[in-house]
Nanobody, 120 residues
Framework: QVQLVESGGGLVQAGGSLRLSCAAS????????MAWYRQAPGKQRELVAG???????DYADSVKGRFIISRDNAKITVYLQMNSLKPEDTGVYYC??????????????WGQGTLVTVSS
């Protein structure tokens, strides 16, 4: 059983920065890829960034060069450093993890989300 808890969202002016954190708790055989998704008002949820257990990263084109995803495997925590924020970055950001349980069953774990609002 794995739970994900996001933190770090808030209100920021365009051009500013925020750092989101997602901490995993519980017991699992392994946690593989961790990722951040976001859902803007009136839009579908989209992948923002992902990172494998080995540190390989992928980013949505819209955030490349501005956002950085990282993880601390010992703490089982993933971070999203968001720089040069734009109003279009506004949305609820969700943490996701690919989990393999002790029983070797694959699961997707999701956090409750943290709201990021970027004002113009």
């Amino acid at each position: 059983q794995v739970q994900l808890v996001e933190s770090g969202g808030g209100l920021v002016q365009a051009g500013g920065s925020l750092r989101l954190s997602c901490a995993a708790s519980g017991v699992a055989f392994s946690i593989n890829t961790m990722a951040w998704y976001r859902q803007a008002p009136g839009k579908q949820r989209e992948l923002v960034a992902g990172i494998t257990s080995g540190g390989s990263t992928d980013y949505a084109d819209s955030v490349k060069g501005r956002f950085i995803i990282s993880r601390d495997n010992a703490k089982i925590t993933v971070y999203l450093q968001m720089n040069s924020l734009k109003p279009e970055d506004t949305g609820v950001y969700y943490c996701n993890a690919d989990v393999e349980t002790i029983a070797r069953r694959a699961l997707d774990a999701w956090g409750q989300g943290t709201l990021v609002t970027v004002s113009s």
